[in-house]
């Protein structure tokens, strides 16, 4: 009886940091460097999400772009900007420039960008128009309801293995 009492608290204990992680819908994290546009990059010089998260169509998690990436378009653009001054800066020094996370999930899902995305799910249905934001923001809750409403309505499966592995 306590060894269950104990494993119920630890599981309840480990359930409620998982969900502390992660965070609400809406919520905006301040970017390392203050002028950091996704409108700029993404409406008006037409980057894709693949070239600055690269990782999204074969991987589980979506990466960033490396230094060397965002380093290889600032030698020659936005070189009177402050921002870029530093990101250059920080690339010259090897020093990587440390990006809040904003998209989490519990550690008990299970996610990947890759069948996603192989099934013509747009980045905005998950993500909002990114085209149109400065900063980067959980536009969707994330929660079970939401992932399980969405597979519903694409007929994706819906059991409890396809995201709880």
Do not use: Y
């Amino acid at each position: 009886m306590i060894r269950t009492l104990l494993v119920v608290a630890g599981l309840g204990a480990a359930c409620s940091r998982a969900i502390a992680d992660v965070p609400d819908a809406g919520v905006t994290l301040a970017a390392p460097l203050g002028s950091f546009s996704h409108n700029v990059h993404v409406s008006e010089n037409e980057i894709g999400c693949g070239v600055c998260h690269p990782n999204a169509r074969h991987a589980q998690v979506a990466g960033l772009a490396s230094m060397q990436t965002c380093a290889g378009c600032h030698k020659f653009v936005g070189k009177d900007n402050a921002d870029v001054q530093r990101l250059m800066k920080a690339f010259e020094a090897g020093t990587p420039i440390e990006w809040p996370r904003i998209h989490r999930l519990p550690d008990h899902v299970w996610f990947s960008h890759q069948p996603h995305l192989g099934a013509g799910l747009d980045c905005s249905a998950c993500h909002g128009e990114m085209k149109q934001r400065t900063l980067a923001v959980q536009q969707q809750p994330f929660t079970m309801g939401f992932c399980v409403e969405c597979h519903s309505a694409k007929n994706a499966p819906t059991d409890c293995l396809a995201c709880h592995k």
